[in-house]
């Protein structure tokens, strides 16, 4: 069975920085498409960032410069560092699966909340 | 950046209903449009990808249309379980965009 699991939530201050992480199980990290995808309280959902199996990124223009998507292949995991967090990235972070040719996010972990607060 | 604009933003429906739920996008996206739902306190789930391919384990009441601006989703004889909020998503170019959802409740 495939399965994601984000962790590296919290509360934290603007400015600071977080890193989440994502366990895959039932899939490979590093040959996968892999994304993160979050929503603020109450809102709708936003596209953050893509990771190709070659190393190539996206990132939505709210992030970028600010968060790096990565994974490390002999764990299995993805990550997402945010640096000068602002109180506008608070909300459930996603990562979430795209499959080859077959439309993206079939696979979705449960969510990691972000609290960007002082 | 490709524009996904939902209609309606929430509905009102019966058990039994059939429900069709548009979405629109500001540039022709072929048919490179998925489309997710989600339950409170859930994570979204997959329903439609390629604007009308069903995905695994999906009822069939479920369906997808429409290609380049105009997509619909319809849901045919609505369930219990159906009562939810609805988001397309287009990923033909960068930033790829959500729709701003469509919450289906029950009347």
């Known amino acids: 069975e495939v399965q994601l699991v984000e962790s590296g939530g919290g509360l934290i201050q603007p400015g600071g920085s977080l890193r989440l992480s994502c366990a895959a199980s039932?899939?490979?990290?590093?040959?996968?498409?892999m994304a993160w995808v979050r929503q603020a309280p109450g809102k709708g959902l936003e596209w953050v960032s893509n990771?190709?199996?070659?190393?190539?990124?996206y990132y939505a223009d709210s992030v970028k410069g600010r968060f790096t998507i990565s994974r490390d292949n002999s764990k299995n995991m993805l990550y997402l560092q945010m640096n000068n967090l602002r109180a506008e990235d608070t909300a459930i972070y996603y990562c979430?699966?795209?499959?080859?040719?077959?439309?993206?996010?079939?696979?979705w972990g449960r969510g990691t909340m972000v609290t960007v607060s002082s | 950046d490709i524009q996904m604009t939902q209609s309606p933003s929430s509905l009102s429906a019966f058990v039994g209903d059939r429900v069709t739920i548009t979405c629109r996008a500001s540039?022709?996206?072929?048919?490179?449009l998925g489309w997710y739902q989600q339950k409170p306190g859930e994570a979204p789930k997959r329903l439609i990808y390629?604007?009308?391919i069903l995905q695994s384990g999906v009822p069939p009441r479920f369906s997808g249309n429409g290609s380049g601006t105009e997509f619909t989703l319809t849901i045919s004889g609505l369930q219990p379980e159906d009562f939810a909020t609805y988001y397309c998503?287009?990923?033909?170019?960068?930033?790829?965009?959500f729709g701003q959802g469509t919450k289906v409740e029950i009347k």
């Open positions: 390629g604007a009308s």
């Open positions: 979430a699966r795209i499959p080859w040719r077959k439309g993206p996010f079939d696979i």
């Open positions: 990771i190709y199996n070659d190393g190539t990124t």
């Open positions: 998503l287009q990923h033909t170019n960068y930033p790829w965009t």
């Open positions: 540039q022709d996206i072929t048919y490179i």
């Open positions: 039932g899939i490979t990290v590093i040959t996968s498409y």
